[in-house]
C-alpha cells in the first residue's frame, strides 16, 4: 500500500507559461483520485510527468516515502512501479492478450506468469480471452485487457488516461466499475485524469479539481460537489444554480427566499450556490414561467425564470416534469447553500 | 526506501544513448565518402578546387542534372501516386496484380532499361530518353510509400470533405494530397539523388549531367581533384535537396494517435472512367516491365552470341544473393537507429543524423567506391577487395533507402505503446526490441527488401570492390555488353531481374 | 493481413541469415586457406589488373598460367577505372600486371611512377612507335583509326578526316564522340596539328551536322546499312563483323587515310607492371609471353587488331601490313592528356 504525495510541481513547455504551476497533490494509500479539469489545464501533463515520461522543472513526486522525481532525481518510467491505463487502451497490436498482460511480468517464471495472466484477466472478467488479439475484442474488452495489463506487475500506483472516453455510454459505467472493483482488489492507488464530471464523482473516492496547473480543490466527490470552493468549482463539477445574496443571520437573503448556508461562512453578501436537485417545483415558493423543459429519462431539467433574476434557474425533478414551457409554477429551496463572495 | 538517482539521461522522451551511438557510427560510415572527397578535392590546394568547382562549365551541368532530376520527380509524382491511388483506394479491376506490376520495374537496372530503349528507338538519345528510362526504373520509389500511406488514411477525412460538398476530385486534392506529402516527398527525394547519382541511364543515353561529368573526369584526365572537386558539388546539392525535402516534410507527424486500427476506406468507382484507369495501367505497366523483359527475350533468341553457362550462371546467381543480402542486412541494421530517432525524436542531433545519412547517396557510386578503397588500403587491408567491404559500402549507398523506410514504418505505430512499456518496467532498449521493433518490423523488413533489390543491381562499385574472381549477375552483365554480346548477357540479366522480382513482387503485395 | 506479414518476416529472416551463414563459411574458408598460403609464399597468384574483356583475356590464361608456371587471378574492369584504383591503392596494391585497353591509362600510371620499368629485352621486342618513351608499358596489339565507306552512297571516300568539314560531306558523317577511341584521335590531332587548328576542326565538323552514335559498331551497322555514307571507326570493327557474317556480304568498305592524317593515328591496348609488384620477374615473364607468337596471333586472330611484337603479322585476310599505314609519329603516352581534348569537345558541344 502506496500513497501518492506531490508538492510543488511545475512545469513549463515554453518559459516562462508554466502548464503545472506549483501543484500540490496527496493521494493516500489504497484510494482512486480523479484529476478533473477543463482541457488545456495541466491533466496529461501530471500524468505524464507523474508516470515518467517528462521531467519536471520543479517539485517532488513521492511514492510511499519514495522519491521518484524531485531536484536532482528523476527515475526513468520503467523503475517508478507506475502502471498506465492509456486513452483507448493502446494494446500492442502484434501480442495476443495474454502476452500483452504478461508484458511487464518480466524475472518472473513461466508458471507464475501464465498464473498471472489468468488471474488479471479473471479479475477484469474476461477469464479464456488470453489466446485472442487485440483487434479481435470490443472496445470495453480492449480496456478492460489495459487495466489488467497495467495491474498485473502489481505496480504501487496506477494512471488512468481518460480510459472511458471511447467507450459508449451503455457500456461505460460496467466498466467503471470493474476497474474500480479490479483497483481496490489489488489495493493499488490509482490516478483517474478525466474531463468528465460523471466520471469523477462516481468512481474515485477523492476528486482533485485542476485549473491553471494548480489543484483548485480536493476532497470527496460530496464535499466537491456539495461544498465547492469557488465558483469556477461550482460550475464545473455539475449543474449549479447561482442565486445573488445577501447575509442575515446566518441565512441568505435570495430572490427563491431565505436560505440556509453550510459551513461558517459569513459577509455581507455575495453569491449562493444551489444543485438543481435542491429546488423543487411545486405548490409553494416563489413564482415564475416555465422556459424550458429538458427530459433526461430518469429525471428531467426545468427552467424557470422568477423574478429579480437575469437567467432562468434550473429544478432537477424527478421522472417526467409534469409541466411545459409557458406555464406558470412555483420554486422552493430544500437544504443548505454553499456562499461565495461575488 | 531511499531515492534512486537517476544515472543514465535515457529516461523521459530522451532516446537511449546506446541507440544514438549507433546512429551516430552509422552516420559516420556514411560520411566517410566525404572525407575522401575532401581530401582529394584538397590535394592541389584549395584554390585549385575552386577554379574547377567553380565554372560556367559546372552551372550548366547543375542545371542540366536538376532540369533531369525535377523531370523526372515530376513524372515519379504523376505515375506513383495515380497508381497508387488506382491500386489501393478505387474498384479498378484487378487491383493486386496490378499492384504487383507496378512494384516490379524496381528490378529492372537503370542501364537495361535504356539500352532496350535506345536500341528499339536511337532518337531517344538525350534528355528525353534518359528522362523515360529513369522515370520507368524509379517511379516504384513513390508509388510503394504513397500505396503505404493511402492505405494507412483515416477514410473519415475523407467523407467529411464529400459530406461538406467537395466532389471527389477535390476531396483528393485539398485532403488526401497534402497527407500523402511526406510519404511522396520522401520518395521524390529518393528519386531526385537517384536521378543525381545515375550514370548507367544517361551515359547510354548520351545525356550528359554531373554524374557523367564526373565520371569522364575519371576516365579522361586520370587526375581524380576533379573528379573530387565536382564530387563535393554534388554533396552540396544534396544536402540541399535532403534539406527542401525536410521542409516540405514540417513538423507534421502521420501517426495515427489511437491504438486501434482505422477503418478500411470503401473502394471509389470509377465508372466510365475505368477503361481510362485500365489502359494507364496497362501502359505504365507495359513501358516499365513487358518493354525491357521484350527486348530481353529478343536478345536471348536473336542475339549473334550465343554461349550460355548454366553453371556459371548459378554460381554468379549465388554469389549476388549472398552479397546483396548481406548488404541489406547491415544496411537495414545502420538504418534502424536512425530512421527509430528521426521518427521519434525531432531534435536536432536525431535531424543531423538522418541528414548525414543521405549526405553520400546522391555520389556517384565509383566516387564512393574509390573512397572505399582510398580508406580501406590505408587502414583497413585486411577486408580490402573481401565481401565485408563491398557489403559495408552497399551500406554507405544505399543507407537512406533503408532510413526511409525505417522512419515511415515507426510513424506508423503510436508513441503511446512505447510509453506503456516503459511503465511495465522496459528499459528504453527493451521497448526497442519488444515493442517499437516489432511493430514496425513489415515496414522495415520492406525496407530490406528494397535495399536488396538495389544492391543486387549496383554496378559501378562493385566492380572495384568485389574480391578478384567473383562475379555479380550486374557484373556479368557488364562484361558482356561491353563485348556486346547481348545474348550471352540476356540471361544474366533475366536472373538478376527475375531474383530482384520476388522482393519487389512482395513489396507489391503487401497488404494490397 | 497475417498470413502476408509472416511470410514476409521470415522472408526477411532469411535474408538477415544468409550472410552470417555466408561470413561463417568464408571465414571456414580463409582459416584453412590461410596457413599453405603463409608458408609457401611463392604459390601466391599472379594478380592481372585487366581493362580488356574477359571473353578476350580468359581464353588465354591457362596457356599464360602454363607459362609462367603459376596461378594467375584477373580482376576485370574499365581501364580507365581501374587506373583510378591503381593510383588509390598505391604501393599497398596486390596487382602485379596492369592490361589497358589504350595507352592513355597506362601513360597516366606512367606518369604518377606507378609502373616498373620493363626489361630491355622486353621493349625491344615491339616498334618504338608503340611503347613507352620511358619504358614503362609496352603496346601488345594495334589499332588504326579508318574511314569506312558506303560504295553504293559515294563513289569515292574522303582521302582524309580534314576533308571532312567540306559541304559534300554535310549530315553524311557518323562518329562516337564519347567513345575513347575517337577522343584518342582527338588527342593526336591536337599533338600533331595543334589546339588552335583542332579546335577550328571540331567546330567546322560539328557544323557539318554529323550524326553522333555511342559505339564503333553501330556506326559500322548504319555505314552498312547505307543509314550514313562515312563513319569514322576502328579498324578491327569491319574485321570482326566481316569474319562473323563474310567479307562478301559487307556493303562497308574502309579506306585508311594517308600518311601526315590525323585520321590514321594508331594507338595501342597495353600492359605494364605495378610498381611494388611481390612478383615482379614474375610479371615479366608474363610480359614476355604476352608478346610471344602465340598470345601475338591469338589476339591477332580474336580481334583482328595488329599484333606488335616483331617478326608476327596478322593472318587477318585483307589486313594491310601495319607498316603500310600513314600512322602519324606522336608520343602515345601522351594520349593520356584528355583534358584539353574533353574541354573541347564540350565547347563544340559533342559531348
Known amino acids: ?342 | 526506501m531511499p531515492a534512486n538517482r537517476s544515472s543514465s539521461p535515457g529516461a523521459g522522451r530522451r532516446p537511449s544513448p546506446l541507440l544514438v551511438g549507433w546512429a551516430c557510427a552509422a552516420a559516420a560510415l556514411a560520411l566517410l565518402p566525404l572525407v575522401y572527397l575532401g581530401l582529394r578535392a584538397l590535394e592541389h590546394g584549395p584554390a585549385h578546387a575552386w577554379r574547377i568547382a567553380v565554372t560556367g562549365r559546372t552551372l550548366e551541368l547543375l542545371v542540366r542534372s536538376l532540369g533531369l532530376a525535377v523531370v523526372v520527380v515530376a513524372a515519379c509524382l504523376v505515375i506513383g501516386v495515380s497508381l497508387a491511388w488506382l491500386t489501393v483506394r478505387t474498384a479498378l479491376p484487378g487491383a493486386r496484380t496490378w499492384s504487383v506490376l507496378a512494384t516490379l520495374p524496381l528490378a529492372v537496372p537503370s542501364y537495361v532499361a535504356a539500352f532496350a530503349w535506345i536500341s528499339t528507338e536511337p532518337g531517344l538519345a538525350g534528355f528525353a530518353g534518359a528522362a523515360l528510362a529513369l522515370t520507368l526504373v524509379s517511379y516504384p520509389y513513390v508509388y510503394l510509400p504513397v500505396a503505404a500511406a493511402l492505405r494507412g488514411l483515416d477514410p473519415a477525412q475523407e467523407e467529411a470533405a464529400r459530406s461538406l460538398g467537395h466532389g471527389p476530385l477535390r476531396t483528393f486534392r485539398r485532403v488526401t494530397l497534402p497527407q500523402l506529402r511526406p510519404a511522396a516527398a520522401g520518395g521524390g527525394l529518393l528519386v531526385a539523388l537517384y536521378v543525381l547519382s545515375d550514370f548507367g541511364a544517361v551515359s547510354i543515353m548520351r545525356y550528359e549531367t554531373f554524374t557523367r561529368a564526373i565520371f569522364t573526369a575519371y576516365r579522361a584526365s586520370f587526375d581524380r581533384t576533379p573528379a573530387a572537386a565536382l564530387g563535393c558539388v554534388l554533396v552540396v546539392m544534396t544536402v540541399l535537396l535532403v534539406w527542401a525535402e525536410a521542409r516540405t516534410r514540417g513538423r507534421a507527424g502521420h501517426a495515427r494517435t489511437g491504438g486501434g486500427s482505422a477503418r478500411r476506406a470503401s473502394s471509389a468507382r470509377l465508372g466510365r472512367l475505368r477503361w481510362a484507369a485500365l489502359g494507364w495501367c496497362s501502359a505504365v505497366a507495359a513501358a516499365g516491365v513487358v518493354f525491357p523483359l521484350g527486348t530481353l527475350g529478343y536478345w536471348l533468341t536473336a542475339g549473334r552470341s550465343g554461349a550460355w553457362e548454366p553453371g556459371r550462371l548459378l554460381e554468379t546467381a549465388g554469389a549476388t544473393l549472398a552479397v546483396a543480402a548481406a548488404g541489406a542486412a547491415l544496411t537495414t541494421a545502420l538504418a534502424l537507429p536512425v530512421g527509430i530517432l528521426a521518427a521519434r525524436h525531432r531534435g536536432r542531433v536525431a535531424h543531423l543524423l538522418e541528414q548525414a545519412a543521405y549526405a553520400g547517396h546522391a555520389v556517384p557510386g565509383i566516387t564512393v567506391a574509390l573512397a572505399m578503397v582510398f580508406l580501406a588500403v590505408r587502414y583497413a587491408y585486411p577486408i580490402y577487395q573481401e565481401p565485408p567491404l563491398l557489403v559495408l559500402c552497399y551500406a554507405v549507398l544505399f543507407l537512406p533507402v533503408a532510413v526511409a523506410a525505417t522512419r515511415a514504418a515507426v510513424l506508423q505505430s503510436p508513441p503511446v505503446l512505447e510509453d506503456v512499456a516503459r511503465s511495465l518496467g522496459d528499459s528504453p532498449l527493451r521497448v526497442l526490441r519488444r515493442v517499437t521493433v516489432p511493430l514496425a518490423a513489415p515496414g522495415i523488413a520492406a525496407g530490406a527488401a528494397l535495399t536488396f533489390v538495389v544492391c543486387m543491381k549496383e554496378l559501378p562499385a562493385t566492380l572495384l570492390l568485389r574480391p578478384t574472381g567473383m562475379d555479380t549477375l550486374a557484373t556479368r552483365l557488364w562484361a558482356e555488353t561491353t563485348t556486346a554480346s547481348y545474348a550471352a548477357a540476356a540471361p544474366y540479366a533475366a536472373v538478376l531481374i527475375l531474383i530482384a522480382a520476388v522482393p519487389s513482387y512482395l513489396l507489391g503485395r503487401r497488404r494490397a | 493481413m497475417g498470413t502476408t506479414t509472416s511470410r514476409f518476416a521470415a522472408l526477411a529472416a532469411a535474408a538477415l541469415l544468409a550472410p552470417a551463414l555466408a561470413a561463417c563459411g568464408g571465414q571456414g574458408q580463409e582459416a584453412a586457406a590461410g596457413a599453405p598460403a603463409a608458408a609457401a609464399r611463392q604459390a601466391a597468384p599472379l594478380v592481372v589488373y585487366s581493362g580488356r574483356d574477359e571473353a578476350l583475356v580468359a581464353p588465354l590464361l591457362d596457356k599464360l598460367e602454363r607459362s609462367i608456371g603459376g596461378e594467375v587471378e584477373v580482376r576485370y574492369g574499365d581501364s580507365a577505372e581501374l587506373a583510378a584504383q591503381l593510383l588509390e591503392e598505391g604501393d599497398k596494391s596486390e596487382a602485379d600486371l596492369f592490361l589497358s585497353q589504350d595507352a592513355g591509362a597506362l601513360g597516366a600510371l606512367a606518369q604518377q611512377g606507378r609502373l616498373e620499368p620493363l626489361p630491355q629485352g622486353s621493349l625491344d621486342k615491339v616498334g618504338r612507335a608503340y611503347r613507352a618513351a620511358d619504358g614503362t608499358w609496352v603496346g601488345l596489339s594495334g589499332r588504326a583509326r579508318v574511314i569506312a565507306y558506303n560504295p553504293g552512297k559515294i563513289a569515292k571516300p574522303p582521302a582524309g578526316v580534314r576533308e571532312l568539314t567540306r559541304p559534300e560531306w554535310r549530315g553524311k558523317v557518323g562518329y562516337a564522340p564519347t567513345n575513347a577511341s575517337f577522343q584518342a584521335f582527338v588527342t593526336g590531332m591536337r599533338v600533331l596539328d595543334g589546339d588552335d587548328a583542332t579546335r577550328t576542326w571540331l567546330k567546322d565538323f560539328k557544323a557539318n551536322d554529323p550524326k553522333a552514335y555511342e559505339k564503333n559498331s553501330a556506326i559500322l551497322d548504319a555505314v552498312d546499312s547505307g543509314e550514313i555514307a562515312v563513319g569514322l571507326i576502328n579498324h578491327y570493327y569491319w574485321y570482326e563483323k566481316a569474319a562473323e557474317v563474310g567479307a562478301d556480304k559487307m556493303t562497308a568498305k574502309l579506306h585508311f587515310p594517308a600518311k601526315g592524317d590525323p585520321g590514321a593515328l594508331v594507338n595501342v591496348a597495353g600492359v605494364g607492371v605495378v610498381k611494388g609488384s611481390d612478383q615482379a620477374a614474375t610479371a615479366g615473364k608474363a610480359v614476355d609471353y604476352l608478346l610471344s607468337a602465340e598470345a601475338q596471333t591469338y589476339f591477332a586472330d580474336k580481334t583482328k587488331e595488329y599484333p606488335l611484337a616483331a617478326g608476327v603479322t596478322s593472318d587477318v585476310e585483307g589486313l594491310p601490313p601495319l607498316e603500310s599505314l600513314g600512322a602519324p609519329e606522336i608520343d602515345l603516352g601522351k594520349l593520356s592528356s584528355l583534358q584539353q581534348t574533353l574541354a573541347m569537345l564540350q565547347e563544340t558541344g559533342m559531348v
Open chain 1, 1 to 342: 500500500m502506496t500513497d501518492l504525495r506531490i508538492g510543488g510541481l511545475v512545469k513549463c513547455y515554453d518559459p516562462p507559461a508554466r502548464v503545472l504551476d506549483g501543484l500540490d497533490l496527496t493521494v493516500p494509500a489504497g484510494l482512486l483520485a480523479a484529476v478533473l479539469g477543463p482541457s488545456g489545464c495541466g491533466k496529461t501533463t501530471l500524468l505524464r510527468v507523474v508516470a515518467g515520461f517528462l521531467r519536471a522543472d520543479a517539485g517532488t513526486v513521492e511514492l510511499g516515502g519514495r522519491v521518484v522525481c524531485g531536484p536532482g532525481v528523476h527515475l526513468p518510467p520503467e523503475r517508478r512501479r507506475v502502471g498506465i491505463v492509456p486513452q483507448e487502451g493502446a494494446l500492442f497490436p502484434h501480442l495476443s492478450v495474454a502476452a500483452n498482460v504478461a508484458f511487464g511480468l518480466t524475472g518472473t517464471g513461466r508458471a507464475e506468469r501464465r498464473r498471472r495472466t489468468g488471474e488479471m484477466l479473471e479479475l477484469v472478467g474476461l477469464p479464456g480471452y488470453g489466446g485472442r488479439m487485440p483487434h479481435e475484442l470490443s472496445g470495453g474488452q480492449q480496456q478492460r485487457v489495459a487495466v489488467a495489463r497495467a495491474l498485473a506487475p502489481a505496480p504501487d500506483l496506477v494512471l488512468l488516461d481518460e480510459p472511458f472516453n471511447a467507450l459508449d455510454s451503455a457500456l461505460r459505467a460496467g466498466v467503471r466499475a470493474d476497474v474500480r472493483a479490479a483497483l481496490r482488489a489489488t489495493g493499488a492507488t490509482g490516478l483517474l485524469v478525466t474531463h468528465d464530471q460523471q466520471e469523477a464523482l462516481s468512481t474515485a473516492d477523492l476528486v482533485a479539481v485542476l485549473r491553471d496547473g494548480r489543484v483548485a480543490q480536493c476532497g470527496t466527490p460530496e464535499e466537491v460537489y456539495r461544498r465547492p470552493v469557488d465558483l469556477w468549482v461550482a460550475g464545473f463539477v455539475g449543474d449549479a444554480v447561482f442565486l445573488p445574496a445577501t447575509v442575515e443571520d446566518g441565512t441568505a437573503a435570495t430572490p427563491l427566499g431565505r436560505i440556509p448556508l453550510a459551513g461558517d461562512r459569513r459577509g455581507s453578501g455575495g453569491v449562493v450556490v444551489l444543485r438543481p436537485e435542491q429546488l423543487v417545483l411545486g405548490p409553494a415558493g416563489t413564482r415564475g414561467t416555465v422556459v424550458d423543459v429538458r427530459f433526461y429519462g430518469h429525471d428531467a431539467m426545468v427552467h424557470v425564470a422568477v423574478d429579480g433574476l437575469d437567467e432562468p434557474v434550473a429544478v432537477r425533478v424527478p421522472g417526467p416534469a409534469g409541466v411545459r414551457p409557458g406555464e406558470e409554477a412555483a420554486v422552493s429551496v430544500t437544504g443548505e447553500a454553499t456562499l461565495h463572495p461575488r
